[in-house]
């Protein structure tokens, strides 16, 4: 008996790690997004970002599409931005996840809300596609 105990115990012990260290494994990720573009790091960016990732918004009420390689492009090496980032949540299964973050940068009237979902693939959690717009709730 005391051994079936030990055993389970251990068993929820390392699911409750694992589960810790995904969310930390997300984490990283979606931080290496948030400070590349703060920072003006194109490789940090590309480091979180799946190549074919493209970034999702609506304008004028319309679908815009704006590919990810164009967006990294567009920013400027070393450059401080001051936008400033945090995750407002992280929801995974197995080698799926999805992740809410605000970002916030300076002059704009209010920040942005990202949404991401990332796929992990060969031990690599990434950033497969990106959604935005602009916050307007209270929240």
């Known amino acids: 008996m005391k051994k079936s105990i030990l055993l389970l115990l251990t068993v929820c012990i390392s699911t409750a790690a694992l589960a810790q260290s995904e969310t930390e494994l997300i984490t990283e990720t979606i931080n290496d997004y948030i400070e590349g573009t703060s920072y003006g790091n194109q490789d940090q960016v590309r480091k979180a970002f799946h190549p074919d990732l493209n970034l999702y918004s609506i304008r004028n009420g319309k679908l815009h599409v704006w590919f990810g390689q164009d967006y990294i492009n567009g920013i400027t090496e070393g450059r401080n931005t001051g936008r400033t980032g945090k995750i407002l949540s992280i929801d995974y299964e197995n080698n799926v996840a999805t992740a809410k973050a605000e970002i916030i940068i300076p002059g704009r009237p209010a920040?942005?809300?990202?949404?991401?979902?990332?796929?992990?693939?060969?031990?690599?959690?990434?950033?497969?596609?990106k959604a935005y717009t602009v916050k307007t709730s209270s929240d």
């Open 111 to 129: 920040p942005f809300i990202d949404y991401f979902i990332l796929a992990k693939a060969e031990g690599k959690w990434t950033i497969i596609h």
